[in-house]
Structure formats: C-alpha cells, structure tokens
C-alpha cells in the first residue's frame, strides 16, 4: 500500500479561516505558528506551509477583510520555527518574479543550513500589476512569460545551490579551516532574464536543494511542475478530478527522465470532525456560516459582479444588474486574478441555481464556495483520505484548519492514530531532511 503523506497549511489569510471563531488566535504572533507547527510535528506530518502576501488584497479600495490581519515575512517565520522543532519540514512560498535568484538561493541555503535539511520552496509566479507596484515593477512582465521567467529563476537559483560541491572545506590544525578549490561557490550566468556572476557566500547545505513546490494548475503550470518541481499542490478536490490531474500530471514525467516516485501530488483539503458523521455535518454548516458572513457574501458576489453592491442585502435575491465585463476595478491583489472567464455565463448558471433552490446572496456564495473537503468522523475521513491515495487521486494532503493555531489538534489526536493503524502512515520520522519524509531520491 502506498504510504499516505501529510502537511499542515497554516491558516491565515484565505478564504476558509473563521477569524470569529472563540478558538481563534493571533495569526501574526510566533506563538500561534509554534503551536500548529508543534501539533504537525507531533503527528508526524511532512512539513508545515506557510503561505507569502506581498501585497494586502484591497476591494473597493479599502483592505479586504481577511487581510486585515496583516502579512508576516515568510523566511523569517520559518527559520524561527527552525529552532523549535527538530523534524518537520519547512516550506513556504517564494516569488521568482519580485525576487532575484542569489538572494533567494543564499535564504533558502541558509535556511536548509539552520533547520538541518528541512527547507522547501513553493515557487509561484506574478503578472499582477497591483502587487508589483509594492516593487517598482508593475506590469513590468507580460502574463504569457511568467513561467519563463519562474524556470530560468529557478534554474539560476540551482546553479548557486550546486556552486559548492559539498567537499571544498577541509580542516588543518595548523593553518585553521581553508578552502580545498578556488573556485567553489564561483558562478556565471547569463540568460534573458537575468546576468550575474559572483561567488555564493552560502557553503552546499545538507538537502543540497530545497524541496521544490508548484501550486500552477494551468497546462503551463503542470508542465513546469513536471519538469522541475518534487511535489504540486492540486485543487481537485473529487476522486474522479484528482485522478484525472493525478494521471496527467505524473504523465509528462517520463519525456524528462523522471519517475513517478519524483512528483508528489498534495491537493489542499479542509476538514471538519465530529463524533459522528451526522454531527460533523451539523458542524460544518456551522463553520460554512462563520465563513461567509452576510459581508464576506457581498465581497465574493462583488468580485465576479466587478461592481459596489454594497447596497443590495445579503439575505435578499441576487442583483437584477449584469455583472461588469472587462478589466475588474473592483477587487486587487490576489482576489482579482481568480475571476471567472465568462462572468455573464456564470451569472447566469448562478441565477438559476438561486431560483431553484430560494437561495439568497449569502446562501448561494455558501454554496458555490464550498470548500470542506472531507466531513465526517474520524474513522471516516482517515477511510476517504486512503482510498483517495491507494486510488492515485492524490499522494496525500495539504490540511487547512479553519482556525489558527490549535485547528489541527483534533486531526492529530484522532484521524492521524487510525491511519497509522493502517499501516499508510509513519508512526515515526525514519530520516532528518524533508526529502525523507516525502521518500524523494536526491
């Protein structure tokens, strides 16, 4: 049977937190990120993620409400969290298009280095214009070149991680510590997108590369993920979707030498339990509630609208108005860029849903939202979580609490015993890096 893998997604700034919840903490103070990670360590999950925000998301021009909270710097949390756990992985996102390759090369080494072979980088990419102006380089790089841009940018960032082979380091007594070549950590290189030549201050790090993740579910995003990256993250949520992606994306390994053991595929997934499966259902009509209050409805509705309907009550009919077509001035920052195609036809699919089932503003985003993933008791879940696996849907999970920082500590203490029952979980780290965990070869 194939052995099931687990990671933690810290919940702060997206769409299933549930900031009113009375279990809910600060999602900014180091205690709430010790205490997740902690939890994720002691169910012996992969790694913890944590997402970047290089911008705070903006809709009809004030702060969108689930940023309020504010974006902390992503290296600087995970080298913390370096120094209070001893096996968990440590990942986060990185972006290859407001960075440059020696100073993301030198912080992930860095961090490989302080964290003993731990770190992971989630390599995304950025055409949004409103983001980049936080950089000087708004609009700066045509949508269609991103993921140029990103392969070379992570191409580069492998050169500097491979410019010290490992053995250039030797000790003398009498002389102290010197270098063995001359040339280690020299680089040179020079492509479209980026010139530079140097030598890396950072010696090769115990992982050698940090694990690399790709969240791009475009053909443009499987391919890149096909080519370069250990794990991808999926959006499929169904046995049929995750099977489907699962196939294709673990197809176009072989045209680059690769195995299907070289690609985890690790969907994001939401949870919520109960004692029974009946009791997680009442559950989680509850939380979907906390989710979408009637502001947040109107905020969803806004973004396909691309209009102020701050006016219209979320617990009234859907606006007689069509929505906007064109570039959206509504939402800016990452809500803006996940507009639908066609948002007449979605207007229309999403009318017709609210008539035949009298459904409001709020319960109709509840609905079309829905973003709990697996609902049950415990015995149930960790049964749908391995036949999801066994049935090549998914290599396992990313789980998304929707409160911070305790959400995870049921999962830990009751669905994560019964998978170990299995035998499809670990019930003890077998390696210290990360690519142990994930069974990757070097």
Not at 6 to 30: K, R, Y
Not at 36 to 51: G, I, M, N, V
Not at 85 to 92: K, N, S
Request: charged share 25%; net charge negative; aromatic share 10%.
């Amino acid at each position: 049977m194939k052995q099931i893998h687990l990671a933690a997604h810290f919940p702060g700034v997206n769409n299933t937190t549930v900031w009113s919840d009375p279990q809910a903490g600060s999602h900014i103070e180091f205690s709430s990120f010790v205490h997740l990670a902690q939890t994720a360590e002691r169910a012996k999950f992969d790694f913890f993620f944590l997402a970047e925000g290089l911008r705070l998301r903006e809709q009809n021009g004030l702060i969108y409400d689930l940023d309020v909270v504010g974006r902390p710097d992503t290296f600087t949390v995970l080298a913390a969290l370096a120094a209070v756990t001893d096996h968990l992985g440590l990942t986060g996102t990185i972006n290859s298009t407001f960075n440059e390759p020696y100073e993301v090369a030198r912080q992930f080494a860095s961090l490989d280095h302080l964290s003993s072979g731990r770190a992971g980088w989630n390599v995304v990419t950025s055409w949004d214009a409103f983001t980049g102006e936080n950089f000087r380089r708004g609009g700066f790089l045509p949508q269609d070149q991103r993921y140029s841009r990103a392969e070379t940018f992570l191409r580069t960032a492998w050169e500097l991680f491979d410019s010290w082979r490992g053995d250039e380091i030797i000790a003398d007594k009498q002389s102290g510590v010197f270098l063995r070549d001359a040339d280690a950590g020299t680089f040179r290189h020079r492509s479209e997108h980026f010139d530079i030549s140097g030598r890396f201050t950072v010696p090769r790090s115990p992982q050698g590369r940090p694990v690399i993740l790709q969240a791009g579910d475009s053909n443009e995003g499987r391919e890149f993920a096909a080519a370069t990256a250990d794990a991808i993250f999926s959006r499929h949520g169904t046995k049929e979707a995750g099977q489907a992606f699962y196939a294709d994306v673990k197809g176009r390994l072989a045209k680059y030498g690769r195995t299907h053991e070289q690609l985890k595929v690790l969907p994001a997934a939401t949870f919520v339990l109960g004692d029974t499966d009946a009791d997680a259902r009442e559950r989680a009509a509850v939380v979907r509630r906390q989710q979408v209050s009637g502001q947040t409805a109107i905020k969803l509705l806004e973004q396909l609208w691309n209009r102020d309907l701050s006016s219209y009550d979320p617990d009234g009919p859907l606006p007689d108005v069509d929505p906007l077509v064109g570039e959206n001035t509504v939402a800016k920052g990452r809500a803006s860029v996940r507009m639908h195609k066609d948002p007449l036809a979605t207007a229309k699919e999403w009318r017709q849903l609210a008539e035949a089932k009298n459904l409001s503003i709020r319960d109709l985003m509840i609905e079309v939202s829905a973003c709990q993933t697996f609902i049950g008791s415990a015995a149930t879940i960790a049964e749908t979580i391995n036949d999801l696996v066994q049935s090549d849907a998914a290599d396992g999970f990313i789980l998304v609490p929707h409160v911070a920082p305790g959400g995870l500590d049921e999962f830990a203490d009751t669905v994560v015993p019964l998978l170990q029952d299995r035998g499809v979980f670990r019930s003890d780290y077998t390696g210290p890096t990360l690519r142990d965990h994930l069974g990757l070869t070097t």
